[in-house]
């Protein structure tokens, strides 16, 4: 293990740096998390981070299986997948869209209360944005056919992919504390409800730019 870390630490700093400048860009991952930490609280949105990390192992997967050299030679793949990815986009956008203003409720619990959805439904909405995301792949098939060189055994491979899926949960986590406090959520106070419809309308247009160029 030592030797591979010593021949292989020049591939790891680049992918580590290129991931953080495309974790940081605004995407489909950070509008569900910052959508999660302020309509369900802190510890949905942390699931729903987590999700997100574990839905980078989908890209390591298909790169590991020599499916991502399929999806890059074959455009038509790599749209079908971009048409997923957007309906998908779609249908919680659309469903953030709708949402009503609460009864009776003025307190910024009321956010976190007024919809409940599952731990369950929180991590696999992070986990299917993340692991359907186009941007996602490309970033993959770029780092697999630019950086990472094909006589790095695919051990070594598997622990880029696992160090880039822990870095993305804890990205994540980390901007859900901050987006999941008090005073940012008091800040929305009993209007969240037409935050989640702004939320939604950015989920939408983000599902429009995957299938129209």
Known sequence: MFE?????WVEFLTIASVHIL??????????VVLKHSIRY????????????GVGILVHVAYSLLGIGLLIKANPDLFKLIS???????FYI?????????????????SL???????DKKAFMIGFLTNGLNPK????FLSIFAVVVSADTPNLVKLGYG?????????????LSIILSSDKVRAFIGAKGYWFDRVMGAVLILLAISLIIP
């Open 4 to 8: 591979y870390v010593e021949n292989y």
């Open 22 to 31: 495309a974790v940081a860009s605004p995407g489909p991952d950070f509008a």
């Open 41 to 52: 609280g802190r510890r949905l949105a942390l699931i729903t981070s987590v999700g997100v």
């Open 83 to 89: 048409y997923v990815a957007a309906a998908y986009l």
């Open 93 to 109: 956008g659309f469903g953030a869209i709708r949402s009503k203003a609460p009864s009776n409720q003025t307190t910024t619990d």
């Open 112 to 118: 976190a209360t007024s919809v409940v959805i599952s």
């Open 136 to 139: 996602a792949t490309l970033f």
């Open 162 to 174: 696992l160090y880039l899926a822990l870095a993305t949960s804890l990205w994540f986590c980390f």
